[in-house]
């Protein structure tokens, strides 16, 4: 009798461990290189990419939009907009974005409408510092030849400090 119950839980346990796995999401990298090289070509501004990230981490947002182009939802870009969104290896997502017009109201979308939060002094540069209101997301800014550059995300200022750093125009 042991060994019935046995042969027959055995089977259960089997197919109830292969169906309840559940796969690890990886992120889908884009190639992001011929975004760069249109927005450089029709940006009004220098555009900032990140130079000599670390091994592992992985584009999965590039995107262009030139003022008056249906942008995010739809809805026509208020200015021209440049973004790049990235994956750590810890599996963290870190965005950049740039406009050249409404620099607040890139800061306020990028940091879920985060309030000021101080500074950062980054390459010699001051970025302001916004964290949103329910202290998940953190973002730093700076403004300056042109456009407003905006690095944000789920992480402690720290790491977006040292990200911010690695951009040049």
């Known amino acids: 009798m042991v060994i019935a119950v046995v042969m027959l839980l055995i089977p259960v346990v ?3 461990s ?3 796995r559940i796969p690890e999401p990886r992120a889908t990298a884009v190639d992001w290189q011929p975004v760069v090289a ?5 940006s009004p501004f220098p555009v900032a ?3 000599n990230l670390p091994a592992g981490w992985t584009v999965v947002r590039a995107r262009w939009t030139p003022i008056g182009k249906a942008g ?9 907009t440049f973004q790049l969104g990235y994956v750590t290896p810890q599996q ?5 974005d740039q406009r050249d017009t409404d620099g607040p109201g ?6 879920r409408d985060g309030d000021a939060d101080g500074e950062s002094v980054i390459a010699d540069e001051p970025w ?4 949103s209101r329910d202290g998940r997301t953190r973002a730093v800014a700076r403004t300056g030849g042109g456009s407003t550059v905006v690095i944000s995300g789920d992480l402690p200022y720290e790491s977006l400090d040292a990200f911010a750093a690695t951009v040049e125009t």
């Open 92 to 96: 963290m997502y870190i965005g950049l």
């Open 106 to 111: 890139l800061i306020r979308d990028a940091s």
């Open 38 to 42: 249109q927005a450089r070509a029709e």
């Open 128 to 131: 302001q510092r916004y964290v």
């Open 72 to 80: 995010m939802n739809q809805q026509p870009a208020v200015g021209n």
């Open 18 to 20: 292969w169906f309840s």
């Open 49 to 51: 990419v990140p130079q």
């Open 14 to 16: 089997l197919i109830y």
